[in-house]
C-alpha cells in the first residue's frame, strides 16, 4: 500500500511499541510467574494445580459451560441472523440495532436483572407456578444454570453480530441455486451456508467462547462461590490467599484454551471447506 | 509550538510550586463504605482545626494492603483502618510502626479490648460490631447457631464465605453449637459440606444478602450488626437473633505505617477519630459502633448498633493470631469440603 515500507513501519511503530510495553511485557511477565519456582523454572505450578479435585471441577466446568454457551450460541445465532439478512434492508438495520441494544448496556446491570428474573418469586418461577408446570419455585439461582443463561444473553449478540456480517457477504442466490438444485433446507445450511460463514462462526464461537470463560462478573453474581469457575477462582486466589502463582498459572490456562479454541475452530472450519 | 511549550511548562511550574506552599497533608487508607458520612463528620472538621488536607484512598483491604505493602520503603499512606487479623499481619511483615497511645488522650476512654488488641500497641481498636443471624420472624424462629443447618431452614439459608470477615466466626460459633471449640474448624466445616446443598450460597457482600432477603431468597443468615440497617425496614418481620451460645463479632482498628515521617498528624487525627464527639457522630448516624466507652447514645439508636460495655465484653471473638495462622488451613478445607 505504501510506496516507502518505512512509512507503513513508521506508522505501526507507535501501537506496536505501546501494545509491547503496556500489554506484552506485563502480561509476559505475570505469566512467567507460573513457571518460576524456588528451584528455577518448573512446570511444577500446573501439576501441582491439576492435582487438586476442586480445581479439575473448576477447570471441567469452565470447559463445558464455555462450549454449551459458544454451540448454543451457535444454533440460536444462525437462525437470527438468517431472519436478520433475509428482511429488507431497513428493517434489518433495526434489527442489528436491537441485536447490539444489549451489549450497550453494563454486563453488572445485565446480571442483575437476572438476578430478579430466576429468583424464586422471579418471572420465570411465577410463570411456571401459574401455568402449573411446578406447584413450588424451583431454585435456578446460584446454580450452572443460571451461570448459563446469564451467559448466553452476554454473549448471544456477539455470535449474531459475526454470523450476519459473514451472511451479508455470501452471494445473494447462492441459497435460491442450492434450491433449485434440489437442496433440502438442511442440506442448503450444511452445504453452502456453513462453508460461506465459516469465517463468521470462527470468529463469533472465538468471542463466544473466550468471553463465556473469562467473564468475571456472571459466574459470581449468578453463581456464586458454590458454583466457581476458574476466572472466579482466580479472584479468590489473588485476593484471598494472596497466591499469585496459582492466579499466574489460571490465566495461562484461560490464554491457552482461548487460543486453541480459536485453532479448533478454524481447524474444523477448514475441514469442512476441503471435504 | 515553542511558545505552547513555554506557556505548558510555566503552567507545570506553578501548578507544582503551588503544590509545596499547601498546608500538610495527612494520606489515610480506609474502607470505601460510607465515605460521604466520614467526609462530614471525621475528615472535614478535622481538616479544619489542623491545617492541612486528608488525602483519602479507599478500597477492600487486599489492595489497601497491597498497596501500603508495595510503598514500603517510602510509604505513602500515613495511617489505615484495618480489621484486627490484616492489622497484625501487616505488623508481621514490618509494615507498621507502633502507636505512641501516651500523645493519644483519647485512649484511655476506650473499651479495654480496643487499647491494644494486637499487642505492642500496633493498632488501636475504634469500632466493633456483633455478629448474629438476622432471620425471618414469620417463617422460622432462631435461638442457636445450629439452627441454621435445620431442617426447617434446608433451601433457606445463606451462610457467608470462608473468604469473608463473617466467615470464620460463623464456622467457629456453629463449632461451639456443635460442642467443638477446636480452631482448625474441621467439625463446622464438615457438618457446612454435609449440607452443602441445603445452602442457597454463600455470600461475599452484605448488600448483596439483603437483596436475597428482599427477593425472598432466604429466610435466616449470619450476618455483622453493622448491617443491621439494610433488613429491619425491608417489609417482612425481621428479627435479631441472640443465640444460646452468643454472638461473635469483629473489631477494627486503626494502625500507623513504618517510617511514613507524618506521624504527628497522624497521631493527631487518630486521636481526633477516638474522640467522645467524633464517635458519638458516628453512632449517632450509625455509621460505626463507637470503642470510646464514654459515647452516650439513646436507646433506639444503641439498638441498631453493637453498644455498652456489656455487649462488647459478651462478643465471642476469634483471635486475631489464630485468623491469621489459620486462614489458609480453613480456605483448603473449605474449598475441598465445602465448594466441590
Not at chain 1, 120 to 137: C, K, Q, S, Y
Not at chain 2, 180 to 196: M, Q, R, Y
Not at chain 2, 228 to 252: L, V, Y
Amino acid at each position: 500500500m505504501f510506496e516507502n515500507r518505512a512509512i507503513g513501519l513508521a506508522l505501526v511503530l507507535p501501537a506496536a511499541t505501546f501494545a509491547a510495553a503496556l500489554f506484552l511485557l506485563p502480561v509476559g511477565i505475570l505469566l512467567s510467574e507460573a513457571f518460576r519456582t524456588d528451584a528455577g523454572w518448573s512446570v511444577w505450578s500446573y501439576v501441582e494445580f491439576f492435582q487438586s479435585p476442586r480445581n479439575q471441577t473448576v477447570f471441567l466446568r469452565t470447559l463445558k459451560l464455555g462450549a454449551l454457551v459458544a454451540i448454543v450460541s451457535a444454533f440460536v445465532g444462525y437462525a437470527a441472523a438468517f431472519a436478520i439478512v433475509s428482511l429488507p434492508p431497513t428493517s434489518r438495520g433495526r434489527m442489528f440495532g436491537l441485536v447490539a441494544l444489549p451489549l450497550m448496556i453494563s454486563p453488572v446491570a445485565r446480571t442483575y436483572a437476572w438476578l430478579v428474573i430466576l429468583g424464586r418469586t422471579g418471572f420465570v418461577n411465577r410463570f411456571l407456578v401459574d401455568t402449573g408446570l411446578i406447584e413450588t419455585p424451583i431454585r435456578i439461582l446460584f446454580t450452572e444454570t443460571a451461570v448459563f443463561i446469564g451467559l448466553l444473553q452476554l454473549f448471544l449478540p456477539l455470535m449474531v453480530i459475526s454470523l450476519v456480517s459473514a451472511m451479508e457477504n455470501m452471494p445473494r442466490d447462492a441459497i435460491a441455486a442450492a434450491r433449485i438444485l434440489g437442496a433440502n433446507w438442511f442440506q442448503v445450511f450444511w452445504r453452502v451456508i456453513l462453508p460461506l460463514t465459516r469465517e463468521g462462526l470462527v470468529i463469533g464461537g472465538t468471542l463466544v467462547f473466550t468471553g463465556a470463560m473469562t467473564a468475571y462478573i456472571t459466574p459470581a453474581i449468578l453463581g456464586g462461590s458454590k458454583v466457581l469457575m476458574l476466572e472466579t477462582l482466580l479472584y479468590q486466589r489473588v485476593t484471598v490467599a494472596n497466591d499469585f502463582v496459582a492466579a499466574s498459572v489460571i490465566a495461562m490456562i484461560l490464554i491457552v484454551m482461548a487460543f486453541s479454541a480459536n485453532l479448533l475452530l478454524k481447524q474444523i472450519a477448514t475441514a469442512r471447506n476441503q471435504r | 509550538m515553542l511558545r505552547i511549550f513555554t506557556a505548558a511548562s510555566a503552567i507545570a511550574l506553578a501548578c507544582s510550586s503551588s503544590a509545596f506552599a499547601a498546608d500538610k497533608t495527612l494520606t489515610i487508607s480506609v474502607y470505601s463504605f460510607s465515605q460521604d458520612e466520614f467526609q462530614e463528620l471525621v475528615y472535614s472538621p478535622f481538616e479544619a482545626i489542623c491545617d492541612c488536607k486528608i488525602v483519602v484512598e479507599t478500597g477492600n483491604s487486599v489492595e489497601r494492603m497491597a498497596k501500603i505493602e508495595a510503598n514500603k520503603e517510602s510509604p505513602v499512606i500515613d495511617m489505615a483502618v484495618l480489621s484486627t487479623h490484616d492489622a497484625l499481619g501487616a505488623a508481621r511483615k514490618g509494615l507498621l510502626q507502633p502507636i505512641d497511645v501516651s500523645s493519644l488522650s483519647n485512649h484511655d476512654k476506650l473499651y479495654d479490648i480496643a487499647k491494644d488488641p494486637l499487642g505492642d500497641n500496633m493498632g488501636v481498636g475504634y469500632t466493633f460490631y456483633a455478629t448474629s443471624i438476622v432471620y425471618r420472624s414469620d417463617k422460622v424462629t432462631v435461638n442457636s447457631w445450629s439452627d441454621l443447618l435445620s431442617p426447617e431452614l434446608a433451601g433457606n439459608v445463606a451462610l457467608p464465605d470462608i473468604t469473608t470477615n463473617q466467615g470464620p466466626p460463623t464456622l467457629h460459633m456453629l463449632g461451639k453449637a456443635m460442642g467443638n471449640t477446636d480452631t482448625s474448624l474441621a467439625a463446622p466445616i464438615e457438618k457446612v459440606g454435609e449440607s452443602a446443598d441445603d445452602i442457597v450460597t454463600f455470600y461475599v457482600r452484605s448488600s448483596q444478602l439483603a437483596q436475597l432477603m428482599q427477593q425472598e431468597e432466604i429466610w435466616a443468615a449470619p450476618v455483622g450488626r453493622f448491617a443491621w440497617g439494610r433488613f429491619k425496614d425491608n417489609g417482612f418481620p425481621m428479627a435479631w437473633a441472640e443465640p444460646e451460645e452468643g454472638q461473635t463479632g469483629g473489631m477494627n482498628v486503626m494502625v500507623m505505617t513504618a517510617n511514613n515521617g507524618n506521624e504527628e498528624l497522624a497521631l493527631q487525627f487518630m486521636d481526633f477519630w477516638l474522640s467522645t464527639e467524633i464517635q458519638t457522630a458516628l453512632a449517632m448516624n450509625l455509621i460505626d459502633s463507637p470503642a470510646n466507652s464514654e459515647v452516650t447514645v439513646s436507646d433506639d439508636i444503641a439498638a441498631n448498633l453493637t453498644y455498652g460495655a456489656d455487649t462488647v465484653a459478651s462478643l465471642d471473638l476469634l483471635t486475631p493470631s489464630t485468623i491469621l495462622d489459620m486462614r489458609d488451613s480453613w480456605l483448603e478445607q473449605w474449598n475441598t469440603k465445602v465448594v466441590k
